[in-house]
């Protein structure tokens, strides 16, 4: 990993949620955190009907960082949405902490915790859905983590490597079923008991954002701080190789239980979204390869 320059910022970042929308050309371009990229069918169904009712673009969009956008949605004067637009989108269930929308960027392996039963190196080392939602809590709780820039990311990589070359603020990637080794920025941190990860995490972001200050020049990221967050550490030498991205298509191993259907373009037009929400769909996990994963019962 290479220690970049820091940079400065001249204005907070404007990346948008559903309470801060960014004005695009064809209307108000909405975007909903899902840490992990879990979401499941019903809510991703719900969330569609928000974008045929409400919306010209009636397709729901998936990023880089496995989130989740609407587009072309009716704005106001003000730069809001219509009251009743965000009532619809809150009724989803993927509006759970309104002042913390913004900061609940946790991109995780996606596959993590649903391949036990697979062989060779395509399996993860650990179930980091506990980390997830133990660190998606911690944030929630803390009222002055509401203060993370939108662009803040915590980068989770279960141990097969599919994640290690993605830049993040904090994260991990899991050395065994018991243990991590932390990213701070740039840099390799400690390595930690994976049950105090995701505290440890915590802290960290509140660190950083103690760190940080206020005002406009205040950075986004970890590797922007003048003085590093944290020591650095050796990296430890069970850390895995660097995977490529999930194949689309039936997931190797998992006896067709588990599809990596492809959203061209990021898009989920309605035909996918049928595909996605009905027969035996059991869960869904946006991946950051424009794709979702489907598990079937």
């Given amino acids: 990993m290479s ?7 001249t204005r907070g970042d404007l990346c948008p949620g559903v309470l801060r929308p960014w004005p695009a050309s064809d209307g108000a371009l909405v975007r909903l955190r899902v840490p992990g990229g879990r979401v499941s069918p019903a809510a991703l169904s719900a969330l569609h009907g928000v974008a ?15 989130n989740l956008q609407l587009r072309a949605l009716p704005i ?15 009724e989803t269930g993927l509006l759970p902490a309104p002042g913390h929308e913004l900061v609940r960027n946790v991109l995780v392996s996606p596959l993590t915790g649903l391949d036990e039963s697979f062989g060779g190196q395509a399996r993860g080392r650990a179930d980091l859905r506990p980390v997830t939602e ?21 980068v989770l990589d279960d141990g097969r490597g599919d994640l290690l070359e993605r830049s993040c603020d904090l994260g991990l990637v899991a050395l065994d079923a018991d243990t991590a080794q932390l990213r701070v920025g740039d840099r390799w941190s400690e390595v930690v008991p994976l049950v105090d ?42 850390l895995p190789s660097p995977a490529p991205a999930l194949p689309y298509g039936p997931v190797a191993g998992s006896a ?14 309605r035909h996918l979204v049928a595909r996605l929400t009905g027969g035996d769909v059991d869960e869904l996990i946006v991946t950051p390869w424009r794709g979702v994963l489907a598990v079937h019962e």
């Fill in 256 to 269: 067709g239980r588990i599809e990596h259907v492809e959203a061209p373009g990021g898009i989920l037009d």
């Fill in 76 to 90: 106001g004067p003000d730069g809001r949405l219509p009251g009743e637009v965000v009532a619809a989108i809150a």
């Fill in 3 to 9: 220690i970049s320059e820091p940079t400065r910022r």
């Fill in 52 to 66: 045929v009712r409400y919306g010209d673009d009636d397709n729901v969009h998936v990023t880089t960082r496995a």
């Fill in 197 to 238: 990860a995701a505290e440890r995490l915590v802290e960290l972001a509140r660190e950083f954002v103690d760190a940080r200050g206020v005002g406009p020049d205040a950075p986004w990221h970890v590797r922007e701080l003048p003085t590093p967050l944290a020591a650095a550490h050796p990296v430890d030498d069970r």
């Fill in 134 to 154: 133990a660190l998606d809590a911690g944030l929630l709780d803390d009222p002055a983590l509401g203060g993370l820039p939108g662009r803040f990311l915590f």
